[in-house]
């Protein structure tokens, strides 16, 4: 196990610049998934708990966030 974040984009992801990357590598040893912007790498990361990182890609899948 490495503290070091394995990130990826979902196989889903087509690259049309609104992106997240995720690392859910840390989440067995820390409980955290990582989640970055995929155009700003070395930006801010929030680390969200598995909870929480559910309810991010529930309300993903049902188009509840928005858009900014």
Not at 28 to 34: L, N, S
Not at 38 to 58: I, N, P, W, Y
């Amino acid at each position: 196990m490495t503290d070091t974040p394995q990130w990826f984009k979902s196989s889903y992801s087509n690259n049309g610049g609104a992106c997240v990357e995720v690392a859910t590598n840390l989440l067995p040893a820390h409980g955290i998934i990582p989640v970055r912007d995929s155009k700003h790498r070395a930006g801010s990361v929030l680390e969200l708990r598995a909870d929480a990182f559910a309810s991010f890609v529930t309300g993903i899948k049902a188009d509840r966030l928005g858009t900014l």
